[in-house]
């Protein structure tokens, strides 16, 4: 199985100030189709979760540009350009290339 | 818009049964592949089963050989069967419509609770 590690677990970051939490599989989520399935998901409080970010970079429908992915391989990382208000909540990133596994999820919340 | 909507949790006793129903509206069911992902109180997600577009379905370690995932294209829902069921199974259960090799679309939940 897939093992996905986030860091940090918990993000304490002020309003306006950018955000980076970064995950890393236990091995290539590079699939046989050329594709990398690594996908970003928010949980604001009380609610499931919403798709951000697919496939490491393409943002969905509806997410602010403040919103970006990155990495490649192992290696990904999710930032935030100007944390707001609405940001508060648990970041998980997530692997589909070989069944499915969530990282442990960061916590986001403001200073 | 696409929807998906879950129905039939509950409070249930070890051992005993259950079925998630999930309706989706807006998309149809028997496009995408479909699977239930769960969150214990407090916990983080976890992906407990799909049913793949051919039908064929896999289902996490933890509840492989007690649950059962199926698909009502009459119906565009999709439901889950859980049978023995144990108090680590208590959680929140999602629905969700993978497309693009990711889930694009959750249900709001259904909330499963095992005790006595």
């Known amino acids: 199985d897939i093992v996905m590690t986030q860091t940090p677990l918990s993000s304490p970051v002020t309003l306006g100030q950018p955000a980076s939490i970064s995950c890393r599989s236990s091995q290539s989520l590079v699939h046989s189709d050329g594709n990398t399935y690594l996908s970003w998901l928010q949980q604001r409080p009380g609610q499931p979760p919403r798709l951000l970010i697919y496939?490491?970079?393409n943002r969905f429908s509806g997410v602010p540009d403040r919103f970006s992915g990155s990495g490649a391989g192992t290696d990904f990382t999710l930032k935030i350009s100007r944390v707001e208000a609405e940001d508060v909540g648990v970041y998980y990133c997530m692997q589909s290339t070989q069944l499915y596994t969530f990282g442990q999820g960061t916590k986001l919340e403001i200073k | 818009e696409m929807r998906l909507v879950e129905s039939g949790g509950g409070l249930i006793q070890p051992g005993g049964s259950l079925r998630l129903s999930c309706a989706a509206s807006g998309f149809t069911v028997s496009s995408n592949y479909m699977s239930w992902v769960r969150q214990a109180p407090g916990k983080g997600l976890e992906w407990v089963s799909v049913?793949?577009?051919?039908?064929?379905?896999s289902y996490a370690d933890s509840v492989q050989g007690r649950f059962t995932i199926s698909r009502d294209n009459s119906k565009n829902t999709v439901h889950l069967q859980m049978n023995s069921l144990r108090a680590e199974d208590t959680a929140v259960y999602y629905c969700?419509?993978?497309?693009?090799?990711?889930?694009?679309?959750w249900g709001q939940g259904t909330l499963v609770t095992v005790s006595s």
């Open positions: 496939k490491i970079s």
């Open positions: 969700a419509a993978e497309g693009s090799g990711t889930y694009y679309v």
């Open positions: 049913v793949y577009t051919d039908d064929s379905t």
